[in-house]
């Protein structure tokens, strides 16, 4: 069952596992920006619902351009922050974040 409150856009349990979720907006001029607010606000959830396992997943509204490709080997390799994303309706995600959230296939 999916919950909310003020803090967490989104937070699940599925097989045991805790998943945090921070929803952004994005164009092509701000998602750097956006992903930076997203990054410390899932760390500060994580911390201030005292999950520290859980699996932090930043979502945001469009692929990212070209030129913030960057962004996806630091989030995903980097931080372990699994980088979801819309796909025209349906979400999109590497390779690597699919199998770490099965429930999106």
Known sequence: MPKANRYVDLSARCDGVDYLFEMK?????NPHAQIRRGISQLYEYRYIQNIPAAKLVLVIENPLPRRF?????Y????RDVL?????NGSFTCPQ????????LN
């Open 25 to 29: 907006s994005t164009t092509e001029d």
């Open 69 to 73: 490709g960057w962004l996806e080997d």
């Open 75 to 78: 989030l995903v390799q980097d």
């Open 83 to 87: 980088l979801v994303w819309d796909g």
């Open 96 to 103: 690597s974040v699919s199998t770490a959230l099965p429930f």
